[in-house]
Structure formats: structure tokens, C-alpha cells
């Protein structure tokens, strides 16, 4: 009989360092070590398209030893393997063994009535910082794309809080918002996707601040607050990660098509920046996730090589069950166990 010391999986789960990658269509969420190797996984593969994996995942975050995903389903002529589409709005909350010990949403249901989402994409732990009784000790914040709205929910599934809510101005609603991270001072920054805009509201539902790049926008997939107090923004139509000040100036950008071999538009879809200066960036219709440094150097990269094409998709997409070097398939999100740099720690 082996002991769990005996599992060198065992003994990677959940190390600080380790990716854990959002690996889309693909439909699994993967934790990986540096060098790429696969230490834990949630989902079936890319022809599975039941309750058990995970379908058009597009954000993960590590709470605790525990994982909260996001389904967001896969739109009708996507990818070859779905060609019909798949309905998946759910955001889940497994332990280490796979197992589901909390969900908002259903698979194969879209609405917005109770325990009911469309489209969602992304979703933020936040602590109660409490001692409680119930299965999430917190709350989740989820971006509810298809409903254009943001909402958290707690373990009993009520909306204990939603943004627009009562704020009604046309200029403050959102349309295909995409993220939302809780700051320190308890405003919520919003990725407002379809408005080429990320906002900042205060705890009164009224925008503070509006980020558009001095106007250069053409969308905003993921916003987040950095220890400077600048903005990174995520403008995945420009094919850009940007830095902007606090005066809305564009401070620091690097392109994901830049390479010669990158298809014309890969759409990336999250920038992190980390806590050593680096930003990790989910190079999506690239099919791979990229580490850079300030100077726009790649330091790492996790997938295939890249391989230029004609489609919407890079043809380098693949799948394996031990390593991402030998394929991811539309990357969403990754990021570092355990570095919370400019998002809401758990």
C-alpha cells in the first residue's frame, strides 16, 4: 500500500506556482507545473459534452484546495466537434477528486431567474473572512454575460447583491460585460466587453471611474487593478494587453499577433500581471498561454508551437492528457497558483 507521499501528483496538487489553465475547448480546467506537465485536471476531453466536464470553460481560480469554474458553453459552428453548440451556464465549485460541492446555473438551461445564468464567463471568490457553517464560507461574484449583468450569489444561491440593480442611467448599463474583480477598497471593477469600456462602481452602484484607453478600445475581456494603482486591460478585437494610468494614458502594451507564425487575430483573452513583474497572457485562437516580461520578452509558453493559418482558429490546437506541450485548444485563462496580483484573493 502507497501512501500519498508515494504520488509525485500528489505532492504537485495545488503548489504555489503551478497554471491553472482554463483549456476551452478542450472542456477541462488543468493545473500544470512550470514546465508544463499536467498535476491535476477537471473534464473530459473534446468530445465529451456531458455534466462531467467542463464545456467552453472560460475562467478558474484555486480557492482553498478547491476549484471554481465557469461553464460558458460553445456557441453553434464554433469548433467541428460541436457543430450544433453546446448549453453549458454553469459555475462550479470542485474538490480535488472532481467532485461538484457547489453550483450556480444549469447545463443545458439558460435564464435569469433563480439559479439560472447566460453565458457566464467568469466568476471571483470573495471571503467572508469568517468562521460560517456553510459550504462556500463566502460569496461569488458572477459575470453573467448573456443577462448583461453582474451578480453575487451566496451558498443558498440567492443574489445577495447585482450591478446594474437599481442604477437605471442608459450610459451606466452594461452590455456583454466579461469580468469583475472586488478591489480593496470594496469598489468592483467590470470588464464592460461590448461597450469598449471597463468601469469602476462604488458600493452605491455609481460608476467612479471609465477606462477606454484614451478611446482606443475596441473591447475589454478582463480588467485588473495593479499595485500602482494603473489598470491592466485586456482588448482582445486589437489583439492587445495594455497598461493604462490612472488619466486613462496607455503606459505599457504588447501585442499577441506580433509573432510571424500567430494567425492575423487571436483574440487573447486574459492578461495577468504577476507578482514578479511578469504577465501571464492566454493567448487564445493561438492555442497557447504565454508568460512575458516588462521589455515584451516570452519567457515561457505552454502548447503547441505556433503554426500560421487562414481560420479563426490556429491550426496547432491538440490535446493530451500528461503535458500542454502537446496541445492546448483556445486557452481562456490562466493563471499562477497562489499570485493574486491585481485580482481578488480568495
Known sequence: MSSDCDNPEEQLFNQSGNILISDQFNNRVIEVTPRGEIVWSFGLGPT???PN???GVNDAERVGDLTLMVGTGIKSGVIPEAPTGVIDNRVILVNKNGKIIWQYGQFGQTGIGYNLLTTPVQATFISCHKSTKNILNGTVLITDQGNNRIIQVDDQKEIVWQYPGRNINPSDQLNSPSSAEKLKDGNILIADNG???????????????VFTASGTLKSCSFASRLPNGNTLLTDSINNR???VNIDDMIVWQYL???ELQSIHSPMPTRGLRLRNGNTLISDQFN???IRINSTVSILAYYGLPLKSGSGTIGPNNG???MTTQLGLYSPSDAKIIGDYTGITPP
Not at 195 to 208: L, M, W
Open 256 to 258: 499577441t499577433n506580433s
Open 53 to 55: 466536464s467542463i464545456i
Open 241 to 243: 494587453i495594455i497598461e
Open 48 to 50: 465529451n459534452f456531458t
Open 195 to 209: 461597450n469598449k469600456r471597463a468601469i469602476e462602481i462604488n458600493k452605491r452602484n455609481i460608476v467612479v471611474r
Open 287 to 289: 492555442n497557447r498561454v
Open 319 to 321: 490535446y493530451n492528457l
